[in-house]
Each structure stands twice: as structure tokens, then as C-alpha cells.
């Protein structure tokens, strides 16, 4: 074996906080370690069966994919030994020395140094190969990319530290060897049956065999010989009937093609013949992955044609506001040297894409029927993700829709429990719209002099705190024909909710303050408009939208964000019953009528979340008021 140019190279920063992390929170899960390495050497056989595909001597002449592992509990090792792709030296300083992960930083800045938490989220993170390091004090791998000269071979090496060596070393095998030597005192793992009970716990769903040594009685030579058997059924869980599978194997196949080792909420296995060809396995995980909103994140489907591995991360077989599902896709119609740029143009995915989105939108409708407490946890995790489905997805938005949950004026605390379907069926005789309020919080949106009317009449508003809401009922405009209405927004149609006498009443008081608004409009420079309300009860007054106006909550995000807004038209909308106003129509002294005008309108804006302009002049006020009362 020549030995050459060994070198010892430092771990990238973030490698060395996520293995500290590793062995400091895992160690109650010690055991996981096997299901990675042999995850990755499955990945590793799936990804040389793909290339051969193109280029059948990478097979160099053994097509027969096997994950090999044996243990020596003198050593205290174990091997994991896989004939699959390989790795050259570039491989494996980018693999095993750096996190090629995008949000990585993120993830590693969300740490709390909470172990139970921390080990949680790296959870969600996924541990992959330096999960050996909680078992093992050092790390060999020798590796050989399939195609390539023996003596490209390479061996990394390391105890998990700062660094690892690297030197170049013949190997006739291609594929992967990793040897852990184990801590002293994680031995038991270099045990026959240990290691059997755990492949078939956590790799019995593995497409290859996975083999480990048994004793089969005497061998010529008079001395036991270990005939290696395979310990797996060896068969994709996908092809496999439903009835032949327990809950346990999808949750273990989930775990397998996810990262993630969180059992999932929910999964949907379907084989489907006939026009389309295919069978899918779609997994709804019970945890948003912290990297939820990170645009560059991979997402979509592991793709396979006719079982043979095709690619991770397909991304067209599912809309961006579905980006959560993890799964399988197997199809027997696409061709095996299909490509992402394929993919693009293909009629038939699409065809596949709207099958896999009803099905999805139909295990999700069935859940929220039929088991409530799951549903909701699920909408908790990833509800703000599909509320972005009525812009991307016109097609199915009525279907999307009758999904969302909201907190509203009626329900209990801020949770969003209330569907659509709900709300409709609950409306007041006569009421024609879905009625709505956004705002910055639940506690701003709840209180809003905006939504007083309603409460006295009953009525029930959508109380919209999520950043994409005002956007999402853009998008979504009605619902079985109703449709939303902001109540903040133009003047209020109260022809649906009001009676006669209300309307006469209303008539009455606009007439009979013509005056007063009149003043007011004169004082408040600001202002373009003030109008008697026909919305508030409790409150002075409140400021209003246009009907076609941007909404103030957007509005406030948009220019928290840096965006320049044009000026918009600046109503005010006053409440001629409520004794401050009583009182300013009674005002004769023009300069106090004007200083309580501009308090009456500064408390307006305030109470719909936005900012003063002049702060400084209306603490101000307020104190010469303070003072003038206490006198
Ligand atoms: N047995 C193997 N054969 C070939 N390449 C491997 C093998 N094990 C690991 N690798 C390479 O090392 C990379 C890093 O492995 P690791 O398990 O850390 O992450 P991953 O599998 O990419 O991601 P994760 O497991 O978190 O989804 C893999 O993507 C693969 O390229």
C-alpha cells in the first residue's frame, strides 16, 4: 500500500461547534450514529447506480450494491462498509470538513445551549456523518470513487477534535470503509446481536442489503466461520404493500429520507396506474424545520424512475407553499435520463404536480375532519406557509382556504382555531361579507376601535396578525362567493347590518355635526377628510383606508423594510357620541378646540399602531392638559 502525502487540515469553524454539540446533546440517542452511516452509504450505491445509468463501467464490473458491516469487540470497532460511489480527496475535504449546508450559521445561531432544546433542533438539522463521534474517539475512512485508478484512494482520519489528516492510499474496492473506534465506554455497540436488532430497527427499509457477519457453524478448516447474512428485508418501503408496513416503518423511512428525527404527523402512500404510472410516499413532518423561511433551503421530493435513485430535492412535483412535505416519488412514465432542466419542460409533471398537491390538500381537509388536536398542531407549525397557497396556487385557493384557521373577534386568546367554513356558517342574517382586521398583534387587532360596531352587533371579524395575511386575502379576494371585507377600510356599507332606526340615526348625526367636522377639518392640517362614523361606540375616533388604499398594517411593514410609500389619503372618522367629542363641539376658545382636535387625532393614529410624527408635540399637549385639569 503506498502511503503519500498525508496532511493534516482544520475543521471549518461551524464543524467543530455542531460536533461539540453532537457529543454534549446526543448521548441519549446514542444509537442514531448507525442509521446515518447507513443511510449515507445506501445514498452513496443510489447515487453510482444513477451514474452507471450514463457510464456502465463504474460498476467495474460488481453491479451488486451491498452495505457490509462487521465489529471486532476487541478492538472495540465497528465497520461500515459500502460499494458505492466513493469519494476523491476533493470529496471528502468538502465533505467530511465542511458543513455544505445553506443556513447552517442560522442553525447554529438559534442554539440556546439548552441541551434538551439544542438536541431538538439539531435534530431537525440533521446529524448525518459526524454523528459517529458520539460513539467512537476516532474516525477512519477509506474511500475510492467508482471509476477512478486504486490508487486515488484516500484516508481521513480524526478523534473529533479540531482537525483531521488526510493521505492518499491504494484501494482495489471502490465505494467507502468507515472504521469508529469506539469509546471504552460505548463497547456494547461491538456486539452481533446489538448491531442486528439495531439495523433492523432503523434500516430494515433500505433498498440494499445490509449485511453482518453470523456464525455458521465449522468451517473446513475446523475453526468457526462468519458467514455474512443480509439482516434487512432489503426492499424501498415504497413498493412494498400498505398492509405488509407498520406505523414504524414509515416513521423510520421517514427519518431515513428526511434528517429529521421527529416522528412525522402525517404520510399519504399511493400507487397509482393507469394514465399516470407512479407511486408516492408524502410525509407532513410535526415540526417546521428551523429553516422554514430560508429561501435558498433545498426542498421537494427524492425522485426515482422505475426504483432506480434519480435525484434529491425535486422541486417541481410541489408548490413553494407545500415546500414542508418530504417524500418519495417513483414514477415508471418519466425516462431515466431525465434532468432538473427536463423536469422544467415536462407535460407530465405537471400532470403529477397537481395530483400530488390534491392529494396532499385532501389528507390535510381529512385530518382537520377527523382529528382536530392533530390538525391544529399541524396549522401552529405551518400554517403562515400555506396562507402564501391562494397567490401561488389560483386553481386550488378555495380548497386552500376552507384550510386556514383564525383567531377572531369571538374566539378565546390568540390561537387561530377558526376555519372559514366556520365563520360563514356562524354569520349574522343579512351580513354578505367576511369581515377582517389586520394588525401588528392579536392585542392590537382585538382592541381596535375599528371593531367596536361589530362587537355590539355581533358580528364576527378575522383578527389577521401574520405578516402575510394582508396579502393573502388579496390573493384570496372571497370565499364560497363572500367576499372579505378590511373594517378598516372606506366607509362603512352597513346596509347588511344596521336597521332603519340605526340608519336614521346615523343621517341624523351627520346632519346635526356638519359644523364640527367642518372645524376640525380646518384645525387638522394633516387630515384630508373627517367624517361622522357610523363604526364606533366606545371610542373618539379612528382613522379609515381608502377601500383601495394599501391597509395601515402593510403599509407600516413595507416602510419598516425601507420601501418610500406615496402619501395616502389621510381619513378620520369621528364618534359624535362620545363625550370628548361632545364636549370639543361645545368648544368655543378656538385655540383649546384646536389643541383637543389634534389630541383626539393623534390618539386615533395611535391606536391603530402607527408612529407620530411629532412625539415630542403631543406629550406636549397631553401635559398642558394634565395641568390645566389640575388647577
Ligand atoms: N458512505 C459514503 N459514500 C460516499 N459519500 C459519502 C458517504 N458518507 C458521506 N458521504 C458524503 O459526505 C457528505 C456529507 O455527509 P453527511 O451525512 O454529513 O451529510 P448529508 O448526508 O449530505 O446530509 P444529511 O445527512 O444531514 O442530510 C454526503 O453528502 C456525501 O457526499
Not at 465497520?79 to 445553506?102: F, Q, W
Not at 383578527?463 to 390573493?475: K, Q
Amino acid at each position: 500500500m503506498t502511503v503519500a502525502s498525508k496532511e493534516t487540515l482544520g475543521f471549518k469553524t461551524e464543524v467543530k461547534q455542531l460536533l461539540h454539540l453532537m457529543i454534549h446533546s446526543l448521548y441519549s440517542n446514542k444509537e442514531i450514529f448507525l442509521r446515518e452511516l447507513i443511510s449515507n452509504a445506501s445514498d452513496a450505491c443510489d447515487k453510482l447506480r444513477f451514474e452507471a445509468l450514463q457510464n456502465d463501467a463504474l460498476f467495474e464490473g460488481q453491479s451488486e450494491l451491498a452495505v457490509h458491516i462487521d465489529f471486532d469487540a476487541d478492538a472495540r470497532t465497528i465497520t461500515i462498509e459500502d460499494n458505492g460511489i466513493g469519494m476523491n480527496r476533493d470529496d471528502v475535504i468538502n465533505h467530511l470538513g465542511t458543513i455544505a449546508k445553506s443556513g447552517t450559521a442560522e442553525f447554529l445561531s438559534k442554539l440556546s445551549g439548552d441541551q434538551k432544546k439544542d438536541s431538538q433542533l439539531i435534530g431537525q438539522f440533521g446529524v448525518g456523518f459526524y454523528s459517529a463521534f458520539i460513539v467512537a474517539d476516532k474516525v477512519t475512512v477509506e474511500t475510492r470513487r467508482a471509476g477512478e485508478a486504486a490508487d486515488t484512494g484516500v484516508r481521513w482520519e480524526s478523534a473529533g477534535e479540531g482537525e483531521f489528516s488526510i493521505e492518499s492510499i491504494d484501494k482495489a474496492d471502490r465505494g467507502t470503509r468507515i472504521t469508529l473506534h469506539l469509546k471504552a465506554e460505548e463497547s456494547e455497540f461491538a456486539d452481533s446481536w446489538r448491531l442486528r436488532s439495531l439495523i433492523k430497527k432503523y434500516s430494515d427499509h433500505i433498498a440494499i442489503p445490509v449485511f453482518l457477519p453470523q456464525e455458521a457453524g465449522e468451517g473446513e478448516d475446523g475453526e468457526t466461520k462468519q458467514m455474512p447474512e443480509a439482516v434487512n428485508q432489503a426492499k424501498a418501503l415504497w413498493t412494498r404493500s400498505k398492509s405488509e408496513l407498520k406505523d414504524e416503518d414509515y416513521q423510520e423511512f421517514y427519518k431515513h429520507i428526511s434528517h429529521d428525527w421527529t416522528d412525522p404527523l402525517l404520510w399519504m402512500h399511493n400507487r397509482v396506474e393507469g394514465k399516470l404510472d407512479y407511486t408516492s410516499l408524502l410525509y407532513i413532518p410535526a415540526k417546521a424545520p428551523f429553516d422554514l423561511w430560508n429561501r435558498d433551503k433545498s426542498r421537494g421530493l427524492k425522485l426515482y424512475v422505475q426504483r432506480v435513485f434519480i435525484m434529491d430535492d425535486a422541486e417541481q412535483f410541489l408548490p413553494l407553499y407545500l415546500r414542508f412535505v418530504k417524500g418519495v416519488l417513483d414514477s415508471n412514465d418519466l425516462s431515466l435520463n431525465v434532468s432538473r432542466e427536463i423536469l422544467q419542460q415536462d407535460k407530465q409533471v405537471e400532470t403529477l404536480r397537481s395530483a400530488l398537491v390534491k392529494r396532499v390538500l385532501d389528507s390535510l381537509e381529512k385530518l382537520a375532519r377527523d382529528d382536530s388536536d392533530k390538525y391544529q398542531s399541524f396549522w401552529e407549525e405551518f400554517g403562515e406557509v400555506m396562507k402564501e397557497g391562494p397567490a401561488e396556487d389560483f386553481a386550488n385557493k378555495e380548497k386552500i382556504a376552507a384550510l386556514f384557521r383564525f383567531a377572531t373577534s369571538k374566539s378565546e386568546g390568540e390561537k387561530q382555531i377558526v376555519s372559514l367554513d366556520d365563520y360563514v356558517a356562524r354569520m349574522r342574517e343579512g351580513q354578505k361579507k367576511i369581515y377582517y382586521i389586520t394588525a401588528d398583534s392579536h392585542a392590537a387587532a382585538s382592541g381596535s376601535p375599528h371593531i367596536e360596531y361589530f362587537n355590539k352587533k355581533g358580528v364576527e371579524v378575522l383578527l389577521l396578525t401574520d405578516r402575510v395575511d394582508e396579502w393573502m386575502v388579496g390573493h384570496l379576494s372571497e370565499f364560497k362567493g363572500k367576499h372579505f371585507q378590511d373594517i378598516t377600510k372606506g366607509e362603512l356599507d352597513l346596509d347588511d347590518l344596521a336597521d332603519e332606526a340605526e340608519k336614521a340615526q346615523q343621517k341624523e348625526l351627520e346632519e346635526t355635526h356638519k359644523q364640527l367636522v367642518e372645524r376640525m377639518q380646518n384645525v387638522l392640517v394633516e387630515v384630508n377628510t373627517v367624517r361622522v362614523s357610523s363604526r364606533l361606540t366606545d371610542s373618539p375616533a379612528c382613522m379609515v383606508v381608502g377601500q383601495f388604499d394599501m391597509g395601515g398594517h402593510m403599509r407600516r411593514l413595507l416602510e419598516a423594510a425601507g420601501q418610500k410609500m406615496p402619501e395616502a389619503e389621510v381619513t378620520m372618522e369621528i364618534n359624535p357620541t362620545h363625550p370628548l367629542i361632545a364636549r370639543l363641539d361645545q368648544e368655543q376658545d378656538e385655540d383649546r378646540f384646536s389643541e383637543l382636535a389634534e389630541l383626539i387625532y393623534a390618539q386615533a393614529l395611535l391606536a391603530e399602531g402607527s408612529q407620530l410624527k411629532k412625539p415630542a408635540e403631543y406629550v406636549a399637549r397631553l401635559n398642558k392638559l394634565l395641568l390645566d385639569l389640575m388647577k
